[in-house]
């Protein structure tokens, strides 16, 4: 088992940034995918980006530019730095591991932390 909590979030104003943090511990799988996903009300969960194990990273085609992945290996922490947001940016954010040798087989969520941007 694998837990995932993440931080970060609030309420803030359009053009300003957030740091989001995403803490896993437990049973964690040396080959390893981290991501981030959002999800807005009403509408599914999407992709933000991933960062695998072995540092490779992948951006939706909508979030790059503002968005940055990167993770602390030693730490176990997997970070999204959020720049100039959006009101379309209000989600509820998710971290997800998974391991890549056994894709669908041991995926975790953590339980999502809400940002809003409004002015």
């Known amino acids: 088992q694998v837990q995932l909590v993440e931080s970060g979030g609030g309420l803030v104003q359009p053009g300003d940034s957030l740091r989001l943090s995403c803490a896993a511990s437990?049973?964690?799988?040396?080959?390893?995918?981290m991501g981030w996903y959002r999800q807005a009300s009403g509408k599914q969960r999407e992709l933000v980006a991933t960062i695998t194990s072995g540092g490779d990273i992948n951006y939706a085609d909508s979030m790059t530019g503002r968005f940055t992945i990167s993770r602390d290996k030693d730490k176990n922490i997997l970070y999204l730095q959020m720049n100039d947001l959006k009101p379309e940016d209000t989600a509820i954010y998710y971290c997800?591991?998974?391991?890549?040798?056994?894709?669908?087989?041991?995926?975790?969520w953590g339980q999502g932390t809400q940002v809003t941007v409004s002015s």
């Open positions: 997800k591991i998974a391991s890549p040798l056994y894709p669908g087989k041991y995926d975790y």
């Open positions: 437990g049973s964690i799988f040396t080959i390893n995918v």
